[in-house]
């Protein structure tokens, strides 16, 4: 009802400015009477009315501006000639549409307005008949409602004195209700799209100003100054919320072209698509809906091209002929969220490994390191496809890293996901605004700089004390354990190459999150928050990498707008919580004296350590990705199936985890691993203490102390064993690795 609704209000706007037009071409038609081209602008301006009144179901409209139609075309194509009568009968017509269109706006429907009178001038002038004589509207504002007055002369009736005209005050009190007052046309205008960006860099600088006077005010005891200065900041964030709503656009205007691009590739391709969109209504900047065109358009036309499969291969498969593309937007976290996902084949993250390694973008070793989602992003590595290999994995490669490039030139990102045989979801997040944006002010070593607050998730701050014990270093990564996460740490000082101007042990930690990782960025200090005006870079400032852009603070400073993106590219390796596998087993041994384990966390608030020395990571998967061979649970995992051992199961102990999310410790001795699904990771610790085997249960080897706490040492091969009887048979070499581990 909402969308039809909306389409009346556009056909009222549209209709009362093309009745204005007609008004206008009518008079001038009847002093040039040969002119074909006001003739012709006539028709289609009623010939769209009637078309659109037809589509509404408005009959009486759809009556009077036919028989209008079919006079038109009789005088444009030279059967009849302009007369004064033609003229009456056609500004007739125009009245009686007007008549029904305020009718329309007021009530929602044309009413008993009676066209009959109309209608039967033009077809007797159709006829070659006579019409009686057609009376002319009349002036008295008495004998007219107000609505008729009001888009002619708007304001008389609020300048006009009611001594001096007593009887048109008195319409005036008779017709208070806002919809007399105001028509449909009277509440929109069509502005410039110039004049509007205009408008946004002035109050943009208008915002720069504030921010100034704001803060010089608060650093005087004017008490009327900083009254002035609130008040200023008021109604400069009100002026800077409506100008940036001019500038929204719901995404449908962007969605409308691609019913049409999906259905004229599925029938180039033999393929039946069916496209569903679901969010049409979400508003995005008008710039950056420009921005985002081109790599939408480029996602849907790979989902249909590469994602979805041939009728044939659906019905091979299980699946319905027709495939399903959807489109879904939606507001989070202050960005508008894009996925264009496809019920189709998937892609195959072994594959995409392989071509990798193929053509040299990646080593053996460094794909080894990567989880499948990790693998899954190289499709947006250049060079990564060629048009040589066109197939369900290297073919969406095509022009995918263009698609990344554009998305993250507005401040955005990209995501992928798919499973094997069911589909494949590329999400984007695009900011609202790239004008104007929150962020918090930072410094480091003296400098000042802005974080976005789109990508700001929280503020830690530790003491030298707690900093000297929760932050801890895994083979020369720095993490945090932020409610039991292993946060990975990135210090700002570092990234920029300066030294930091923090002595006292004190850590402040900017947790953030990009690319779907979060990450820690250690800083100096906290400044403040304020919105800020994003200002360009220049060619030489972007070939850095680490800034997005640059504003001008209160203060008249200039400070540089972090790049989130790109630091977490560039600074956290996406193997940040990997452990060295690549020493000799020997020298990692569980001795007496030094003891590395990751404490894990089970239901009941039940503990087991696990020893350090062959735990390679820790990963987050979902519940659904856990399948079943005969009795057994298995994941893939980097082109591989592990047993799954789910260390509540093997203690008889009742997980205390909510959510779908499996975390899950991956060991690994030689080349066979292992996924052992826990509740939580509570602690990494690295110390002197004795090891107690006396001290054993069912699947515990032993036990330790672990910050002054006794802490039972899980017995992995036992735990192993269970999950998979099998499992070491496959290699004795394995069998020998693991005990010399234990």
Not at 367 to 394: H, K, Y
Not at 435 to 447: F, K, N, S, Y
Request: aromatic share 2%; hydrophobic share 40%.
């Amino acid at each position: 009802m909402d969308e039809i609704d909306e389409i009346v209000q556009e056909f009222l706007v549209e209709s009362h400015e093309n009745l204005d037009q007609l008004d206008r071409d009518l008079v001038a038609l009847e002093r040039e009477p040969g002119s074909r081209d006001l003739l012709g602008s006539i028709f289609r301006t009623i010939h769209t009315i009637k078309g659109t009144s037809g589509f509404l179901a408005f009959g009486q409209l759809e009556s009077v501006t036919h028989v209008g139609e079919n006079l038109l075309a009789r005088l444009r194509d030279g059967k009849m000639s302009m007369s004064p009568q033609t003229t009456d009968v056609l500004l007739a017509m125009v009245d009686t549409v007007r008549d029904l269109l305020a009718t329309i706006e007021q009530t929602g429907g044309e009413g008993d307005t009676d066209v009959s009178v109309v209608v039967g001038h033009i077809t007797a002038i159709l006829d070659g008949k006579a019409p009686e004589p057609v009376a002319a509207p009349a002036p008295e504002p008495v004998a007219e409602p107000v609505v008729d007055l009001v888009p002619e002369a708007p304001v008389v009736p609020a300048l006009v004195p009611v001594a001096q005209a007593p009887v048109a005050a008195e319409p005036v009190v008779e017709h208070e209700d806002p919809v007399h007052r105001r028509t449909v046309a009277d509440s929109s205008i069509r502005v410039d799209v110039d004049l509007l960006d205009t408008l946004m860099r002035l109050v943009g600088e208008l915002v720069l100003t504030r921010n100034q006077i704001v803060r010089q005010a608060g650093d005087q005891q004017d008490v009327d100054l900083m009254r002035s200065s609130q008040r200023l900041n008021l109604i400069a964030s009100e002026l800077q919320e409506g100008v940036m709503k001019t500038r929204m656009q719901p995404i449908d205007n962007l969605w409308s072209k691609l019913p049409r691009v999906v259905r004229d590739l599925g029938a180039n391709c033999g393929k039946q698509v069916s496209l569903t969109m679901v969010g049409k209504e979400t508003e995005l900047d008008r710039t950056l809906l420009e921005a985002v065109k081109d790599p939408l358009t480029h996602l849907v036309r790979n989902g249909v091209d590469h994602g979805l499969e041939s009728p044939e291969d659906r019905v091979a498969a299980g699946k319905p002929a027709e495939g399903v593309l959807t489109l879904r937007a939606y507001h989070q976290g202050g960005q508008v969220v894009v996925e264009v996902s496809d019920d189709g084949a998937g892609i195959d993250s072994e594959k995409v490994a392989a071509k990798a390694v193929e053509r040299g973008l990646r080593t053996q070793a460094q794909i080894a390191q990567m989880s499948p989602t990790d693998v899954l992003q190289l499709i947006f590595v250049p060079g990564f496809s060629t048009a040589a290999a066109v197939t369900n994995v290297s073919g969406r490669g095509v022009g995918m890293d263009v698609v990344k490039t554009n998305i993250e030139g507005i401040g955005g990102t990209i995501e992928v996901e798919s499973v094997v045989g069911r589909g494949t979801t590329c999400r984007l997040r695009i900011p609202l605004t790239l004008a104007i944006v929150p962020a918090l002010t930072v410094e480091c070593a003296g400098d000042r700089y802005a974080i976005p607050q789109v990508s700001l998730l929280e503020l830690v701050s530790l003491d030298a004390d707690r900093a000297a014990n929760a932050v801890e270093d895994i083979n020369g990564a720095s993490v945090y354990r932020l409610r039991g996460t292993l946060l990975p740490l990135v210090r700002l000082a570092e990234v920029l190459g300066v030294e930091s101007d923090r002595s006292d042990g004190h850590v402040v930690i900017a947790v953030l999150q990009a690319e779907g990782k979060r990450f820690g960025l250690v800083i100096d200090r906290v400044l403040s928050t304020e919105e800020i005006v994003v200002k360009p870079l220049g060619s030489q400032m972007k070939a850095i990498g680490t800034y997005s852009g640059a504003t001008i603070l209160g203060d008249g400073r200039v400070a540089l707008i972090l790049d989130v993106q790109a630091l977490a590219r560039r600074v956290l390796n996406a193997d940040a919580l990997e452990l060295d596998d690549t020493d000799d087993h020997d020298t990692r041994a569980v001795t007496a004296e030094s003891l590395r384990l990751l404490v894990a966390g089970l239901g009941g608030g039940r503990k087991v350590a696990i020893p350090l020395s062959s735990v390679t990571r820790l990963e987050n998967f979902d519940q659904s990705a856990v399948e079943r061979i005969g009795n057994r649970e298995v994941v893939q995992y980097r082109g591989g199936i592990l047993p799954v051992v789910r260390l509540n199961n093997y203690y008889g102990a009742i997980s205390d985890r909510e959510g779908d999310e499996l975390v899950v410790v991956i060991y690994t001795v030689g080349d066979r691993s292992v996924a052992i699904a826990v509740d939580e990771i509570v602690d990494i610790v690295d110390e002197n203490t004795e090891f107690h085997a006396e001290v054993t249960d069912h699947g515990v080897l032993g036990s330790t102390l672990v910050r002054d706490r006794i802490v039972e040492v899980l017995d992995v091969r036992a735990a192993i064993l269970s999950a998979d009887p099998t499992f070491y048979t496959a290699s004795d070499e394995f069998d020998a690795e693991l005990q010399e581990t234990m």
